[in-house]
């Protein structure tokens, strides 16, 4: 039976697609491949998330040309007053990106030293100084690029979805990858239509139509990230093209059959579909490209020997129009997001602004209408200006800045209007980017993998608890993570909020209860058991920056024990997340530093518990109602996301996602 549906509304005709892929499980990725690390994984698509293997760098490297030594030979080094060190076991000469000796904590640049040699003889013979004299002292770790400072092993590198660009393969490498695992491009065959179509290249008469659909959409398809294959131009015969379309159905993940112009073409198509599958939709109150088909075909994959079931597989369609711009657009509304669904990244999304059209415009009140027009500024004002609607005129399309979208029901816009412009001639804004500003967790990372399966995009900036509540204040992000400990009642962060953000309407929302404490190297050598040892002489400690709840935290217990800070080495040493500290007491560089388990466990560390406390996200009103963040909120609900978080050590989920407060 024949399924017509003519010029239904745009809306309608995308859910109906959707809803038939659905029902053959194909609204997904369609499959993953491993490729090698190289230049050809440029533009491809993450199939599964990237996971540092190795830190980067791997060993403390020194970033200046100069001599390594330790930062306490040049204390009271100044102009009047130099030092002289001996090379040796005090001062060796490196080049930038050299390892540091183990004894080694700083480096002094070559320009910051004298040279001196006993003899006197060092110009004459090229030999190296047996001295060296600074007329400045250097501070621990200074010209030194530690273990981590780019990448430390575990943390997320890219998430998957993510497109990769040339600086992403950079860091993939950085990570110790030698593969990825990528969406397989999906194929699709592009197959033209209409007797009146030549190729190019080809003498033109009257009547000939110059074949160029395929090219335009090929290189659509080709932009979207999947792999066009271009079939010959087939004549207007009903016979041949279901021949060419059962051909295409063997290689094809989906099938655009692009119609010609002539009188009667769209219904070959029609036909086709209803005849090789099913006839979803034929027509949509879209204009240009009214003459749309959806629809699927059924393709024979196997036969038993014995005559058995024959197993099938359903090749979606899409019946594009045959002026330009109509397929040009068809191919943007239709293909495109079925595209990026198979390839598992979001839909491509063009920037919008708003603009001032410059005449009226009349458009049919039942279609969705795509007005191409040119922008400019004048003055401080911004226009918009309609240029030709014709859908066969394919420069329309080399000309447009932008596209004004009509829905239907709009019968126009007047002179003077402000509209909404869909850029094309800049690149895309990330629009689903949530900004989270605050305290370090490495659950952070596991929720930006959560997020960039719904849609959405986590930017975390390590600045303290804190800090980001300034950052809320200044309107520089939208949710803080902070675990700020009152003394005076055992809460965390309300009387911190009510300091910072006096003036702001914030929700409290429960993250975690997480354990904080010690982490030592494997093994414990230096024997640590509590915060006492850490007055003791031989303990080199590493510390967070001030602000961090983690650094309040300690601070605390530091008072209530009735503990120097000051008589701790280290405690001026400060790392900015959990897994810095995590990476100075791995590579040596101290002893002991106070972070959580996770931490430890993702360099294979030993750790020493010590207490418990909450970890909240603080989120003003105005973007914890808003559409940016409702994955989040779904996501800190999910049994799934709780149950990732609690796999990892020293974790509790009970309250997520709960208000805890309104302040």
Not at 576 to 591: E, I, P, Q
């Amino acid at each position: 039976m024949s399924v017509y549906l003519h010029d239904i509304p745009l809306a309608e005709a995308k859910n109906c697609l959707e809803k038939a892929l659905i029902d053959e499980n194909l609204w997904r990725v369609l499959a993953a491949e491993t490729i090698c690390l190289d230049e050809n994984a440029l533009g491809r698509v993450l199939a599964d998330p990237i996971w540092a293997i190795k830190s980067s760098p791997h060993y403390h490297a020194s970033a200046m040309d100069g001599f390594a030594v330790r930062a306490e030979m040049t204390v009271g080094a100044i102009p009047s007053v130099p030092v002289l060190i001996p090379l040796g076991e005090s001062a060796k000469y490196v080049d930038t990106g050299d390892a540091l000796p183990d004894w080694a904590n700083a480096v002094i640049p070559i320009e910051n030293i004298e040279a001196l040699d006993l003899a006197g003889q060092m110009a004459a013979d090229n030999r190296r100084p047996d001295i060296i004299r600074i007329r400045a002292s250097v501070v621990p770790w200074s010209h030194v690029r530690p273990l981590g400072e780019d990448i430390v092993a575990t943390q997320l590198v890219l998430p998957s979805g993510h497109v990769l660009g040339p600086y992403d393969l950079g860091a993939i490498a950085a990570s110790g990858h030698t593969s990825v695992s990528v969406a397989r491009r999906p194929r699709v065959g592009i197959l033209p239509t209409g007797s009146e179509l030549v190729p190019l290249g080809a003498e033109l008469r009257p009547g000939d139509i110059l074949e160029y659909n395929s090219l335009v959409i090929a290189a659509q398809v080709k932009a979207m990230g999947a792999e066009p294959i271009r079939l010959p131009i087939s004549v207007d015969n009903f016979e041949i093209i279901c021949a060419r379309v059962t051909e295409a159905a063997q290689f094809s993940d989906l099938i655009l059959i692009n119609a010609g112009s002539s009188a009667g073409s769209e219904d070959f198509s029609s036909r086709v579909v209803e005849k090789l599958g099913q006839l979803l939709v034929h027509g949509v109150a879209v204009r240009p490209g009214h003459p749309v088909i959806l629809g699927l075909i059924d393709q024979v994959e196997s036969q038993a020997l014995d005559g058995g079931n024959q197993k099938k597989r359903r090749i979606p369609v899409i019946g594009v129009p045959g002026y330009p711009v109509s397929a040009a657009l068809t191919v943007d509304i239709f293909a495109e997001p079925l595209i990026a669904r198979w390839l598992g990244r979001p839909p491509m999304l063009l920037p919008v602004l708003t603009a001032q059209m410059t005449r009226k415009t009349v458009s049919p009140a039942g279609d969705d209408d795509y007005i191409r027009v040119v922008v400019g500024k004048v003055e401080e004002k911004l226009i918009a200006a309609p240029i030709s609607r014709g859908a066969g005129v394919i420069t329309s399309l080399v000309r447009a800045d932008g596209l004004v979208i009509l829905p239907r029901g709009v019968q126009g816009v007047e002179s003077g209007e402000r509209v909404t412009v869909h850029m094309m001639r800049s690149q895309a804004e990330i629009a689903q980017t949530i900004f989270c500003i605050g305290s370090h967790d490495v659950i952070l990372d596991l929720l930006a993998q959560f997020l960039s399966e719904n849609g959405r995009r986590l930017v975390s900036a390590n600045v303290g608890s804190q800090g980001g509540l300034v950052a809320l204040k200044r309107g520089e992000a939208h949710l803080a993570g902070s675990h700020l400990l009152d003394p005076d009642t055992g809460d965390y962060n309300l009387r911190y909020i009510r300091d910072y953000l006096p003036d702001l309407r914030v929700k409290v929302v429960g993250f975690v209860h997480r354990l904080q404490g010690l982490i030592v190297k494997a093994g414990n050598p230096k024997g640590v058991k509590s915060l006492s040892d850490l007055e003791k002489n031989q303990l080199t400690f590493i510390n967070r920056q001030r602000g961090a709840g983690t650094r309040v935290l300690f601070d605390y217990h530091l008072n209530l024990m009735g503990i120097d800070p000051f008589k701790i080495k280290g405690y001026d040493d400060e790392e900015y997340t959990h897994l810095g500290v995590a990476a100075a007491v791995a590579s040596g560089r101290a002893d002991c530093g106070m972070g959580i388990p996770a931490a430890a466990k993702a360099l294979e560390l030993d750790f020493i518990p010590l207490f418990h406390e909450r970890y909240d996200l603080i989120i003003p009103g105005k973007f914890s109602e808003s559409d940016l963040l409702a994955p989040l909120f779904e996501i800190l609900k999910s049994q799934l996301f709780q149950n990732s978080v609690k796999s990892l050590p020293g974790y509790n989920t009970d309250g997520m996602g709960t208000v805890i407060a309104e302040v």
